[in-house]
């Protein structure tokens, strides 16, 4: 089974409008860690948002937050008044519970292709 | 943020030559770094946890002699893809964590 999931492959927004992108996840492990990063068409990798499997409240991080919703093992990215820059690819990540320090390893989704149309 | 960086950027070489890339964390130090392999329009598939002193952890289906790793420095991994094909064509990216996890630019790698 996959354990992260990103059902959209492709998404078309107007800009200065919200967009939720959906990320779902499968993990028995009790802690755990989400990510969100933005792979730009240059391909590195930007860290947006982190969510720990603990955390109380939802992350947010400038018009990025993260609508986490934990008994439906759901991590949806949600930017607020999109701009063009924010077109790109979307990658949801699951770090289940390390090893040892340090010792992590994300597993990804498939992504989600973002184009904002001025 | 922490930065990590890659060299080369891109490389094109000819079958059967070895490729080597080089992972640095700038401004931390990392015992542990991620060699990862996105093939064109698909995610990112993890290769291997390079650890510092110590032999590589390879992922499934990842061959070790083929995929060398030597993570000889806090801030250095190396990963050399030995007598490449032009199936190993991708991109790879390197990661290190610090208070997150950091991403390396990466390198695109074409064998003719």
């Known amino acids: 089974a996959q354990k992260i999931t990103q059902t959209q492959p492709g998404m078309f927004v107007q800009e200065k409008e919200a967009v939720t992108l959906d990320c779902t996840y499968d993990?028995?492990?009790?802690?755990?860690?989400l990510f969100w990063y933005k792979q730009p068409s240059s391909g590195e990798m930007i860290f947006l948002i982190y969510?720990?499997?603990?955390?109380?409240q939802n992350a947010t991080e400038g018009r990025y937050s993260l609508n986490f919703q934990k008994a439906r093992k759901s991590a949806n990215l949600v930017i607020s008044a999109s701009q063009l820059g924010d077109s790109a690819m979307y990658f949801c990540?699951?770090?289940?519970?390390?090893?040892?320090?340090?010792?992590?390893?994300?597993?990804f989704g498939t992504g989600t292709r973002l184009t904002i149309i001025p | 943020g922490a930065v990590v960086s890659q060299h080369p950027s891109r490389v094109i070489c000819k079958s059967g030559t070895s490729v080597k890339i080089e992972c640095r964390s700038l401004?931390?130090?990392?015992?542990?770094m991620f060699w990862y392999r996105q093939f064109p329009k698909q995610s990112l598939m993890l290769m291997a946890t390079s650890n510092e002193g110590s032999k590589a952890t390879y992922e499934q289906g990842v061959e070790k002699d083929k995929f060398l790793i030597n993570h000889a420095s806090l801030t250095l991994s190396t990963l050399t893809v030995t007598s490449a094909h032009p199936e190993d064509s991708s991109f790879y990216i390197c990661s290190a964590r610090s208070n997150t996890q950091y991403f390396g630019p990466g390198t695109r790698l074409t064998v003719l």
């Open positions: 401004d931390f130090q990392a015992t542990t």
């Open positions: 969510q720990g499997s603990y955390d109380q």
């Open positions: 993990t028995s492990d009790p802690s755990y860690g």
């Open positions: 990540a699951m770090r289940e519970e390390p090893s040892s320090f340090g010792n992590e390893k994300l597993t």
